[in-house]
């Protein structure tokens, strides 16, 4: 009979969070259904510009509630090297992206960047609490004058901009760097805390 090997025991401490969910009714998702404030219950809108209008409000409230409970270090937590994206990177990128589009098709010079240089947004992002106050300010005050500025065409199919670009186009193009970004949004917040859900 041959002598086994002695029986050794691999003991790992780890950061990473567990799984979890704040949800009882689809477990799947963010919020119960009667506490989510997204319009998810009923027919969607009538006609194409409000369609968008829905899609990217409820992109907007699914970026705000992945941000919500944390503190400003977990907001600025960088997902896993090499990157240098966060969920507060993101709320900077995307009040910059916001500019981005206004300057698209409001006539004159385009208003500077944010946060000075190309990928300040995130490389700058660091856990303070003024700057996740001035991240949040800055987002609501770029979307507000970029729907302002949306709301001069209601008819998606007016070309406008140097380029000549649909106002249809350029909304898909918004409602499309919200929806990227908010499953970025996901998966950061899961590596944060291990909160799971859409």
């Not at 960088?78 to 009040?95: D, Q």
């Not at 698209?104 to 190309?118: A, T």
């Not at 500025?149 to 760097?177: C, K, M, Q, Y």
Request: hydrophobic share 35%; charged share 30%.
């Amino acid at each position: 009979m041959r002598a086994r090997p002695p029986l050794s025991i691999v003991c790992t401490v780890s950061d990473e969070p567990e799984r979890w969910t704040q949800a009882s009714v689809y477990p799947d998702m963010w919020a119960d259904p009667d506490e989510d404030p997204r319009d998810n219950d009923g027919p969607g809108p009538e006609g194409e510009l409000a369609t968008y209008q829905s899609v990217l409000r409820d992109f907007r409230i699914t970026l705000e509630m992945k941000c919500q409970g944390l503190d400003p270090e977990q907001l600025a937590r960088r997902s896993v090297p090499p990157s240098t994206m966060s969920l507060l990177g993101l709320l900077r990128h995307l009040a910059e992206v916001e500019r981005d589009w206004r300057n698209w098709i409001v006539p004159g010079d385009p208003e500077p960047k944010l946060y000075g240089v190309r990928d300040a947004d995130f490389d700058q992002a660091v856990g303070e609490q003024a700057l996740v106050d001035g991240a949040f300010a800055d987002l609501a005050r770029e979307q507000a004058a970029t729907d302002a500025a949306f709301a001069a065409f209601p008819d998606p199919a007016t070309r406008v901009g140097e380029d000549d670009n649909s106002v249809r186009e350029l909304w898909v193009h918004r409602i499309e760097e919200y929806a990227r970004h908010c499953g970025h949004a996901d998966l950061l917040r899961e590596r944060v805390d291990g909160r799971v859900g859409q």
